[in-house]
């Protein structure tokens, strides 16, 4: 009787499951088709408005309302209705609504990556409320371009930007703008190294996010003191400030930011070696992105959990989360990009928006004309009607055809526009897809803690790239390589070789910098097909590569064209390579010739590409050469690596002014 009745309580909550699920399953359904038709709704209802208002200030303002609400629903038709306000306040020299429209245009083309359109218009932008002494559109305008400015590396003119807008939101007592722009001052500074700086900013940012009770403020405050903290190595404190903004991002229903606060803490417990919390907040950020999706954030848990487990000895499930890792890595690049190319939104920039305008100016002065030769012809004698009837009939047909002429041609700008999209955005992602290839500075420096990489890519993507791995003897590999070009054929490069020092030292298991090389050598030319008969290929690359056994103190080298500097008792020795490229015309049988050095404390090693030294700038425009580029070292040695790295950026900059990068820059250095 026990059994049975078991058997029935068990079938009875089975029932009741499936129908709870069925009823959140339609629930949601029904929840999401509702979300949709609210939508449409108000879309609907903002375009009703348009046909039936009499003013063109209020279909200005309209047409922005749509723009704004399809930002983040089909960016194509944001970009249709902001152009379409755009040219209507153009035609009314309508100033205030021609300077909204301009602002927003610039959001537009900032979000589609169009970082160069977006800075255009936002300087129209702001040239326009500063005439019409609109102190709060200034406010938003210096915002904007601080952001430009960022992007560009430019700090001290992003600092001077994000200052000019907090003054004025200040003074307008505009709080939640003022709480953006010290979360802004937060990040520069960050970006700067100017830990201390950022975290005032940071702290700022919270103490106003309190007395205005923003909870996104505090959330967003909170998140980039953690993030300042991480990058510092002072994980106790990072976890702290993650554990309040998940608190107030969850509070706000803001899963994707709780998702990435999980990962956060995650990776704060690995580096202290709590793998059993590291294990819990990165299945906690597991089970959100692959409730709603999140691709990057599952990407990155899947990682973590991999590491996790296998330094818990635990290799099958670390196997597994490394194999889960690898099919989504693979698969969301595939998806992304054929989804980019065939889906995402495009845009129009400033040379269809100028089209529009003027093919409104014109039929606009044809009007004007036809309506005066009309007034005209009506003081002609009926003797010359049959005249008056041909030459309109004439001008009508012309009219047509023109009209026809610049549809075609405005379809022509559409497709071109839709391609430099999908150009700018294919790009955009395989700087994602290079920047995850490269190894996490933080692993690097949770091993060799006073080291520090300078990496400024020539474009969105580079061809000099950086390596590191650690041997399962315990040794330390390092490398810096230049390949062939920069930009996309440079980036190319760099994952082949990536993927072949992966193949050589985790796959092979060799463990000298000769082999080492060899190997690489061989995978490049094997996977370029150099060493079939009519080859025209000679890409190849230019490596250093190191080795440390820090057990021993003993250093070993070998390089492709690009030498070794240590420097010791402040004089700097350099250790020459072999001169061959890897991959291109070198044979296969190359042989690159190690070097093994004693190493002492205080020894600094420095691996760089030849961009620095190559960098057109001074006084005359001339290359920064090697004797400069070793004078520099030299009298920075002695400082601590975040320092020296800072004083090159520095130096750089002020040597190349306002030229242009030359090439992609690559500089490691390494205090033992």
């Not at 499951?17 to 999401?32: E, G, H, M, N, P």
């Not at 998140?223 to 702290?240: K, P, T």
């Not at 054929?338 to 003027?358: D, T």
């Not at 995978?523 to 079939?532: C, I, M, P, Y």
Request: net charge positive; aromatic share 12%; with cysteine.
């Amino acid at each position: 009787m026990k059994a049975i009745s078991n058997n029935l309580f068990l079938n009875k909550t089975k029932q009741f499951l499936v129908a709870f699920i069925l009823f959140v399953f339609c629930s949601s359904a029904v929840a999401k088709n509702n979300d949709s038709i609210l939508f449409q709704k108000k879309i609907d209802s903002l375009q009703n408005l348009i046909d039936n208002s009499k003013k063109d200030d209020d279909k200005i303002s309209y047409l922005l309302q749509i723009a704004k609400a399809q930002e983040t629903n089909d960016r194509l038709k944001a970009f249709d209705f902001a152009n379409i306000a755009y040219a209507l306040a153009q035609k009314t020299k309508n100033k205030l609504r021609t300077g909204q429209c301009i602002n927003f245009l610039g959001d537009l083309n900032w979000f589609s990556g169009d970082y160069a359109s977006a800075s255009n218009y936002y300087y129209k932008a702001l040239g326009i409320y500063e005439e019409l002494k609109d102190t709060a559109g200034m406010a938003e305008c210096y915002r904007n371009i601080g952001w430009i400015l960022m992007g560009q590396e430019r700090f001290k003119e992003t600092v001077e930007y994000f200052n000019k807008s907090l003054a004025i939101n200040q003074k307008l007592k505009l709080n939640q703008r003022v709480i953006a722009n010290l979360d802004d001052l937060g990040i520069v500074n960050k970006q700067m190294g100017n830990y201390e700086e950022a975290i005032k900013f940071c702290k700022q940012t919270i103490k106003l996010s309190e007395s205005d009770k923003s909870t996104k403020g505090l959330a967003t405050g909170y998140g980039n003191l953690a993030i300042i903290y991480v990058e510092m190595g002072q994980y106790d404190i990072a976890i702290e400030s993650f554990q309040i903004s998940n608190k107030n991002h969850e509070s706000i229903d803001d899963h994707y930011n709780c998702a990435e606060g999980y990962v956060g803490l995650a990776q704060c417990y690995f580096q202290i070696k709590n793998y059993h919390k590291a294990q819990e907040y990165a299945e906690k950020s597991l089970a959100i992105s692959q409730k709603f999706q999140y691709k990057t954030t599952l990407t990155s848990a899947y990682q973590l959990l991999a590491h996790v487990y296998s330094n818990q000895n635990n290799y099958q499930k670390a196997f597994k989360y490394m194999e889960l890792f690898s099919n989504l890595r693979d698969s969301t690049y595939n998806e992304k990009n054929s989804r980019q190319i065939n889906e995402m939104s495009a845009k129009y920039e400033s040379e269809k928006k100028e089209l529009m305008i003027n093919s409104l100016e014109k039929d606009k002065a044809l009007s004007d004309e036809k309506s005066a030769q009309d007034k005209k012809f009506k003081t002609y004698s009926i003797i010359f009607f049959s005249l008056i009837a041909v030459f309109v009939f004439f001008l009508f047909r012309s009219f047509l055809q023109k009209k026809k002429a610049n549809n075609s041609l405005s379809l022509a700008y559409k497709e071109i526009e839709v391609k430099n999209k999908d150009i700018t955005d294919s790009i955009n992602y395989a700087k994602q897809i290079q920047r995850a290839r490269l190894p996490n500075p933080s692993i690097i420096l949770s091993h060799l803690p006073d080291s520090f990489g300078l990496y400024k890519p020539k474009d969105v993507v580079s061809g000099d790239f950086y390596w590191f791995a650690e041997h399962e003897n315990g040794k330390l590999l390092l490398a810096a390589a230049d390949c062939t070009g920069h930009g996309i054929p440079g980036a190319f490069m760099s994952l082949i070789g990536i993927d072949e020092l992966n193949h050589a030292v985790l796959e092979k298991r060799l463990c000298d910098t000769s082999s080492i090389l060899s190997s690489l050598n061989k995978g490049v030319k094997k996977a370029l097909r150099q060493n079939e008969e009519n080859s025209m290929s000679r890409d190849g690359m230019d490596i250093a590569l190191l080795i440390f056994d820090l057990k021993n103190n003993t250093l070993e080298y070998a390089g492709a064209n690009r030498p070794l500097y240590y420097i010791r008792d402040n004089a700097l020795n350099e250790i020459p390579p072999t001169k061959s490229a890897i991959g291109g015309i070198t044979s296969n049988d190359q042989v690159f010739k190690s070097h093994v050095r004693e190493i002492k404390k205080n020894d600094m090693i420095y691996v760089f590409t030849d961009g620095f030294a190559d960098q057109f700038g001074g006084e005359s425009g001339k290359k920064y050469m090697t004797k400069r580029f070793k004078d520099l070292l030299l009298s920075i040695h002695h400082k601590p690596a975040t320092e020296q790295e800072a004083i090159l950026e520095k130096s750089l900059a002020e040597w190349k002014k306002d030229i242009s990068q030359v090439d992609d820059i690559l500089v490691m250095g390494v205090r033992i």
